[in-house]
């Protein structure tokens, strides 16, 4: 399956006009981390969602099990570059939910390396966020988030964590790293929700 997000063709915009406000192209992909890129190595790798009814593991096999998709899509980092059209597979939260039961409504992305970075549920399914496992037809690198990152391109960049460890449901939105350091509880590119 493939799927073109909102931004890439959606508003009656093309390719060129796919820009939100303040944001400029970037024909790089810059590197942004707080801290050291960690080594993670997939043998030890595993992703947990954990609810208030216990946890759900996949090690990296059975990660790569399940139906992963094509995803083309513009991304948005606040501070200020975007890229357009960029080509990611993933696996679709949709699918990693599918096994989940919960009632809580938000969530909180964890890092290995300790990066946190807070989400609604429900700006994460509906084919909205994948965690994402190639970039460009290549294993994604170590310092844009290998093993495997969030991929949630409608919101800031910032809320695609990389080096993904777990995603862990909570009943009220707790503030992230960056954003109990002043970034925007949503974050949405197209409404600058940059800051507080
Ligand atoms: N674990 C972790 N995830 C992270 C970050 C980080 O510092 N650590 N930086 C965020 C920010 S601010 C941006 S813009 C993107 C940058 O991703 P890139 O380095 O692949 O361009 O990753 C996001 N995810
Ligand atoms: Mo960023």
Not at 65 to 76: G, N, S, V, Y
Not at 85 to 106: K, P, Y
Request: proline residues 5%.
């Amino acid at each position: 399956m493939s799927f073109i997000t909102r931004g890439f063709t959606g508003r009656g915009r093309d390719r060129d006009e796919g820009l939100p406000p303040g944001q400029t192209l970037a024909r790089d992909f810059p590197v942004l981390s707080y801290g050291p890129t960690p080594q993670i190595d997939t043998d030890e790798w595993d992703l947990t969602i954990r609810t208030e009814q216990g946890t759900h593991s996949w090690s990296w096999d059975e990660f790569l099990q399940l139906d992963a998709e094509d995803i083309t899509t513009d991304i948005h980092c606040v501070t200020h570059w975007s890229k357009l059209g960029t080509n990611w597979r993933g696996v679709s939260l949709d699918t990693l939910f599918e096994e989940i039961e919960t009632q809580h409504d938000f969530v909180m992305a964890h890092s290995f390396g300790g990066y946190t970075t807070n989400i609604a549920l429900d700006e994460l399914l509906d084919g909205q966020a994948w965690v994402a496992f190639e970039y460009e037809g290549e294993l994604l690198d170590a310092e844009h988030g290998g093993p495997a990152r969030l991929l949630v391109p409608h919101l800031y960049f910032w809320k695609s964590a990389k080096w993904l460890r777990g995603l862990e449901m909570m009943p009220d939105d707790v503030p992230g790293f960056w954003e109990q350091n002043g970034y925007n509880m949503h974050g949405d590119p197209w409404r600058e929700e940059r800051y507080w």
